[in-house]
T-cell receptor, first 114, second 112 residues
Framework: DTGVSQDPRHKITKRGQNVTFRCDPISEHNRLYWYRQTLGQGPEFLTYFQNEAQLEKSRLLSDRFSAERPKGSFSTLEIQRTEQGDSAMYLC????????????FGPGTRLTVL | GESVGLHLPTLSVQEGDNSIINCAYSNSASDYFIWYKQESGKGPQFIIDIRSNMDKRQGQRVTVLLNKTVKHLSLQIAATQPGDSAVYFCAESGDNFNKFYFGSGTKLNVKP
């Protein structure tokens, strides 16, 4: 395991469809984060897991978005009834149990909603 | 790959010069700060971090300065190289690392 992986790398969908993204963090990293990034902007925090517990969720996050990390390892992010405004890069990051907060980011999933 | 810096503030420097990238943050309760580098088509990559009980931290060719009085963070890159060309983001968090807030980024162009 050399880093955080995300699948798929690209997703094109029609408005109204549901999509699900997967993130595999670095092994034994207990912290996992999801972000959304649009062109020309910094990553926007969506949600945070410590092990399998979802401890933080952005107030900006619509109820169409849901994330899980059932066994404290990989995580999924689902978007229901996608809208064109959901088009963005969805980034996953993980960090370990150490005193620092260094996050390792995956390559992202590029979502395009037509 | 797709650029992430089309509408970002841009800093252009000559190869070999030093670069200074600035960031202002708003939350006085933030305890932890990170600088990230993002190349086109890739996720952000950790550069250096600093806690609020420090004013300065040095890494390899990089230095981060923190001024808590004016809530300002800077990243200094010594002897800038073409490979340093990227978009740079600062991020802040509380001491529990439960959420991170990223700045809008600065695009660094290094001219050979």
């Amino acid at each position: 395991d050399t880093g955080v992986s995300q699948d798929p790398r690209h997703k094109i969908t029609k408005r109204g469809q549901n999509v699900t993204f997967r993130c595999d963090p670095i092994s034994e990293h207990n912290r996992l984060y999801w972000y959304r990034q649009t062109l020309g902007q910094g990553p926007e925090f969506l949600t945070y897991f410590q092990n399998e517990a979802q401890l933080e969720k952005s107030r900006l996050l619509s109820d169409r978005f849901s994330a899980e990390r059932p066994k404290g390892s990989f995580s999924t992010l689902e978007i229901q009834r996608t809208e064109q405004g959901d088009s963005a890069m969805y980034l996953c990051a993980s960090s370990g149990r150490g005193p620092g907060g260094e996050q390792f980011f995956g390559p992202g999933t590029r979502l395009t909603v037509l | 790959g797709e650029s992430v810096g089309l509408h970002l503030p841009t800093l252009s420097v000559q190869e070999g010069d030093n670069s200074i990238i600035n960031c202002a943050y708003s939350n006085s309760a933030s305890d932890y700060f990170i600088w990230y580098k993002q190349e086109s088509g890739k996720g952000p990559q950790f550069i250096i971090d600093i806690r609020s009980n420090m004013d300065k931290r040095q890494g390899q060719r990089v230095t981060v300065l923190l001024n808590k009085t004016v809530k300002h963070l800077s990243l200094q890159i010594a002897a800038t190289q073409p490979g340093d060309s990227a978009v740079y983001f600062c991020a802040e968090s509380g001491d529990n690392f439960n959420k991170f807030y990223f700045g809008s980024g600065t695009k660094l162009n290094v001219k050979p």
